[in-house]
C-alpha cells in the first residue's frame, strides 16, 4: 500500500527516478521502512518471530539446509533492500505527481506498525519460544 501511494505522489514507479523522503511522503516511506524491517526479519517485527519459530522447527528435526535457507534468505532480502533505503536517504526531487491522502498514508503506516505490533503481541503469548525471554 505504501509503495503505492509512493506511485501516485511521485507519478513513476522507477527506483532509479524516485526520490527521498519529502514532507508529503515521510509517512509512507516510514511505513515502507517498517514493512523492510519485518520482512528482513529484524525483532520486535512478526517476520522476526515467524522466522524465529521457523528456525527453531528446521534446527528441532535437524533440518540444516531449511535452517540455511531461512537464513540465507533473510541475507538475500537485505541485500535487494538495500536498494530502497539508499532511494530514502536521497535528496528530495521536485515531483509532478497527485497528492496521496492523508487516508492511504495513514492505513499503509497503520498496517506496518501492525507488522510491529505481531512481534510484539508474540512476545506476550509465547514468551518461553523467543530468544528474549521473560517479557515485562
Avoid: H, N
Amino acid at each position: 500500500m505504501a509503495a503505492g501511494g509512493l506511485l501516485l505522489s511521485q507519478g513513476f514507479d522507477r527506483l532509479a527516478r524516485l526520490g527521498g523522503a519529502s514532507r508529503e511522503t515521510a509517512v509512507l516511506w516510514l511505513a515502507v521502512c517498517l514493512a523492510m524491517a519485518s520482512l528482513v526479519g529484524l525483532p520486535p517485527t512478526g517476520g522476526f518471530v515467524g522466522k524465529w519459530w521457523l528456525l527453531q522447527a528446521a534446527l528441532s528435526v535437524d533440518a540444516w539446509l531449511w535452517a540455511l535457507a531461512i537464513v540465507a534468505g533473510s541475507f538475500l532480502t537485505i541485500i535487494y533492500l538495500l536498494r530502497v533505503l539508499e532511494v530514502v536517504a536521497r535528496p528530495v526531487a521536485p515531483v509532478a505527481g497527485a497528492g496521496v491522502s492523508g487516508l492511504l498514508s495513514g492505513s499503509a503506516l497503520a498496517l506496518a506498525l501492525a507488522a510491529v505490533g505481531l512481534g510484539l503481541l508474540a512476545l506476550l503469548l509465547e514468551p518461553g519460544r523467543l530468544p528474549f525471554g521473560e517479557f515485562g
